[in-house]
């Protein structure tokens, strides 16, 4: 069982910047993509960034892309998400999610069927 735990929500302002981290503890032998989520107030739950075992390829939502890099450092087992110039509608609980297949695919990256393993959440707010 893979456990997942995310890290470095909370309140800001408009512009300012967060980084997300999630780190993955258990049996995570033969993980694939990581990846982030989110569920704004209201809303369904939306796709964010995903980024491949290796690091060398990532996917954004378009809402995000330019602004929010996806990483991560398999020597710990963790991914981050750095997200810069945040905007309200950037408000909403982030999620850490985990694959057991390693997806070179835009479209199977962004499915959250996609992924077997789930974190908590942590909360970002955006203050306009």
């Known amino acids: 069982q893979v456990q997942l735990r995310e890290s470095g929500g909370g309140l800001v302002q408009v512009g300012d910047s967060l980084r997300l981290s999630c780190t993955a503890s258990?049996?995570?032998?033969?993980?694939?993509?990581m990846a982030w989520f989110r569920q704004g107030p209201g809303k369904e739950r939306d796709f964010v960034a995903s980024i491949v075992k290796n690091g060398d390829t990532a996917y954004y939502a378009d809402s995000v892309k330019g602004r929010f890099t996806i990483s991560r450092d398999n020597a710990k087992n963790t991914v981050f998400l750095q997200m810069d110039s945040l905007k309200p509608e950037d408000t909403a609980v982030y999620y850490c999610?985990?694959?057991?297949?390693?997806?070179?695919?835009?479209?199977?990256?962004?499915?959250?069927?996609?992924?077997?393993?789930w974190g908590q959440g942590t909360q970002v707010t955006v203050s306009s």
């Open positions: 999610a985990m694959a057991g297949t390693i997806y070179y695919n835009s479209q199977l990256a962004s499915r959250d069927q996609s992924y077997y393993y």
């Open positions: 258990g049996r995570t032998f033969g993980g694939g993509n």
